[in-house]
């Protein structure tokens, strides 16, 4: 009789569940190089429903795991020049205190010293793994296609000078990384390089959140919950007429 | 229900994307403004199953586990330093910079300032100011009697006196760069104040290495462009009302569980 209410209550938690990851990407809809998340459930089959019953078997619902959205966001021009916006594959790679991480986020920014830093203020870092540092008088920064950062100092002539290239970094599965707080991604993975690395400078990768799916997603999830809502409430009726009519029936 | 305050994120960081839009609208018309513009970030995860975890003894492991996010905080309100359009304005003492750094303008309580507003005046005893009177650095006085005064492309100013055929060299405009320009603090009235993130300011002769131009006879108009505005403000404002329609659903799903009993 309790399983009827158990199962139920395993969908109503998992819709929980599934209800934060929507709010969440719903809440990151503007939020640079964020990736769009979605549940997936699985069944979990307890093979004897009851001593009564030993050939029937019973399933719940398990939140098995989480699938990240890889596809590219939209490119929005912000028109600065140390906004710089990955198209295809590949992440950028930050130093932070807890070690290397991974962003798809390339809104950048020169510090006090002059080093090219996130919004956090960890050192962006280049392919050779090294910090990217400019001196004061070096005027225009250029990132090409491909990476490569070349600065100028105005009113010189010839004075164009490559000053490396962004570390740029892809790995085998996309999937077995650790979100962290901060736009900010985690892997055990070793690197892999980017064959043909593309990046456009002065523009920032929107997140990839489509809202029309995302409030569809929504409303299928409100309503499966109130469906398994009914599928308890019509459990408990069935328990609440049992007791009344065996108690009329003694 | 996390879906509430995660949802609730979400519409604050939407009030604040519309707060910086609105007022990079107010300043359309704003001598030397820069625009800013808010940029996101998602928030702590909970983790309910780590990815990466062993999944039996035989060393299978977690592909990609559940990981709940918490929703969305501001990172970073930046402003963007790209270069204004030029207004001719035909006044003497407007003075547009092209290029990199700003103008040096001396506080009442002796602190220095600085501005990419080059609309200047002069005071009463001819010094150069601005238009709320500070002294640009390093003062420069014109003599009462000058009759024109030009502002060279680096900085020289010169006045033309009565009677004379030359002109007299008065004073050196001189522009003050910075490592990091978006790290600088806002103060209103168009002036900045040098802080630990923008790094320590350089002054330099205008046209030197590194350092912008002067134009006389222009302002450098506010970097605000419309278009874009009005889009951001619509992204902004309908993320707003997604978040809302979020708060809803999950209130609707709470009023369904109060309503078993």
Same mark, same amino acid.
Request: hydrophobic residues 35%; without cysteine.
């Given at each position: 009789?309790?399983?009827?209410?158990?199962?139920?209550?395993?969908?109503?938690?998992?819709?929980?569940?599934?209800?934060?990851?929507?709010?969440?990407? #719903?809440?990151?809809?503007?939020?640079?190089?964020?990736?769009?998340?979605?549940?997936?459930?699985?069944?979990? *089959?307890?093979?004897?429903?009851?001593?009564?019953?030993?050939?029937?078997?019973?399933?719940?619902?398990?939140?098995?795991?989480?699938?990240?959205?890889?596809?590219?966001?939209?490119?929005?021009?912000?028109?600065?020049?140390?906004?710089?916006?990955?198209?295809?594959?590949?992440?950028?790679?930050?130093?932070?205190?807890?070690?290397?991480?991974?962003?798809?986020?390339?809104?950048?920014?020169?510090?006090?010293?002059?080093?090219?830093?996130?919004?956090?203020?960890?050192?962006?870092?280049?392919?050779?793994?090294?910090?990217?540092?400019?001196?004061?008088?070096?005027?225009?920064?250029?990132?090409?296609?491909?990476?490569?950062?070349?600065?100028?100092?105005?009113?010189?002539?010839?004075?164009?000078? *490559?000053?490396?290239?962004?570390? #740029?970094?892809?790995?085998?599965?996309?999937?077995?990384?650790?979100?962290?707080?901060?736009?900010?991604?985690?892997?055990?993975?070793?690197?892999?390089?980017?064959?043909?690395?593309? *990046?456009?400078?002065?523009?920032?990768?929107?997140?990839?959140?489509?809202? #029309? *799916?995302?409030?569809?997603?929504?409303?299928?999830?409100?309503?499966?919950?109130?469906?398994?809502?009914?599928? #308890?409430?019509?459990?408990?009726?069935?328990?609440?007429?049992?007791?009344?009519?065996?108690?009329?029936?003694? | 229900?996390?879906?509430?305050?995660?949802?609730?994120?979400?519409?604050?960081?939407?009030?604040?994307?519309?707060?910086?839009?609105?007022?990079?609208?107010?300043?359309?018309?704003?001598?030397?403004?820069?625009?800013?513009?808010?940029?996101?970030?998602?928030?702590?995860?909970?983790? =309910?199953?780590?990815?990466?975890?062993?999944?039996?003894?035989?060393?299978?492991?977690?592909?990609?586990?559940?990981?709940?996010?918490?929703?969305?905080?501001?990172?970073?309100?930046?402003?963007?330093?790209?270069?204004?359009?030029m207004d001719n304005t035909g006044n003497k003492l407007d003075v547009a910079i092209q290029g990199r750094g700003f103008f040096r303008v001396q506080l009442p309580s002796g602190e220095d300032a600085y501005t990419r507003a080059g609309n200047f005046s002069l005071s009463a005893t001819g010094q150069i100011v601005t238009s709320d009177g500070y002294t640009v650095q390093p003062g420069i006085t014109v003599p009462s009697d000058a009759t024109d005064i030009t502002i060279s492309k680096d900085g020289q100013v010169q006045a033309t006196m009565p009677g004379q055929t030359t002109?007299?060299?008065?004073?050196?405009?001189?522009?003050?760069?910075?490592?990091?320009?978006?790290?600088?603090?806002?103060?209103?009235?168009?002036?900045?104040?040098?802080?630990?993130?923008?790094?320590?300011?350089?002054?330099?002769?205008?046209?030197?290495?590194?350092?912008?131009?002067? =134009?006389?006879?222009?302002?450098?108009?506010?970097?605000?462009?419309?278009?874009?505005?009005?889009?951001?403000?619509?992204?902004?404002?309908?993320?707003?009302?997604?978040?809302?329609?979020?708060?809803?659903?999950?209130?609707?799903?709470?009023?369904?569980?109060?309503?078993?009993?």
């Open positions: 009789m309790d399983n009827a209410i158990l199962i139920g209550l395993s969908r109503q938690s998992a819709m929980m569940r599934q209800m934060s990851v929507i709010a969440n990407n #719903i809440a990151n809809m503007n939020t640079s190089g964020y990736k769009s998340q979605s549940m997936l459930f699985d069944e979990y *089959v307890m093979p004897v429903a009851s001593e009564a019953s030993p050939d029937k078997s019973l399933s719940f619902v398990q939140d098995l795991g989480q699938f990240r959205n890889v596809a590219d966001g939209a490119i929005q021009t912000t028109g600065n020049p140390l906004d710089v916006a990955i198209t295809g594959e590949g992440f950028f790679k930050v130093q932070t205190a807890q070690g290397v991480r991974y962003t798809r986020d390339g809104h950048f920014q020169l510090d006090g010293s002059g080093q090219l830093v996130t919004q956090e203020g960890n050192p962006v870092l280049s392919d050779s793994g090294s910090p990217i540092t400019f001196g004061a008088d070096e005027g225009e920064i250029t990132i090409a296609r491909d990476g490569t950062i070349t600065t100028s100092r105005p009113g010189t002539a010839n004075s164009e000078q *490559v000053r490396g290239k962004l570390g #740029i970094t892809t790995f085998a599965n996309l999937q077995d990384m650790k979100s962290e707080e901060n736009n900010l991604l985690s892997t055990t993975q070793t690197e892999s390089p980017v064959q043909s690395v593309r *990046v456009v400078q002065g523009s920032i990768e929107a997140s990839n959140v489509k809202p #029309i *799916v995302e409030m569809t997603n929504m409303m299928t999830v409100q309503r499966s919950y109130e469906s398994a809502q009914k599928l #308890i409430e019509a459990a408990d009726d069935m328990r609440r007429q049992a007791i009344s009519q065996i108690a009329a029936a003694a | 229900m996390q879906a509430l305050s995660i949802a609730a994120t979400g519409m604050m960081a939407q009030q604040l994307n519309v707060e910086v839009i609105s007022n990079n609208i107010a300043n359309m018309s704003t001598t030397g403004f820069k625009k800013q513009r808010a940029e996101f970030q998602d928030l702590l995860y909970q983790n =309910l199953r780590r990815v990466g975890t062993n999944s039996s003894d035989t060393g299978t492991v977690v592909p990609s586990g559940v990981q709940i996010g918490l929703g969305v905080k501001t990172g970073s309100v930046y402003r963007i330093m790209n270069q204004g359009d002109a007299q060299v008065v004073g050196q405009l001189e522009l003050a760069t910075f490592p990091n320009d978006a790290g600088l603090d806002p103060q209103g009235d168009n002036l900045f104040l040098e802080t630990a993130a923008s790094g320590s300011p350089s002054v330099a002769t205008p046209g030197s290495t590194g350092v912008g131009t002067l =134009l006389q006879g222009f302002l450098e108009t506010s970097n605000v462009n419309a278009v874009t505005e009005i889009s951001s403000l619509i992204t902004a404002q309908r993320a707003y009302e997604m978040n809302s329609k979020v708060i809803t659903a999950a209130d609707e799903m709470m009023s369904v569980t109060s309503n078993l009993k």
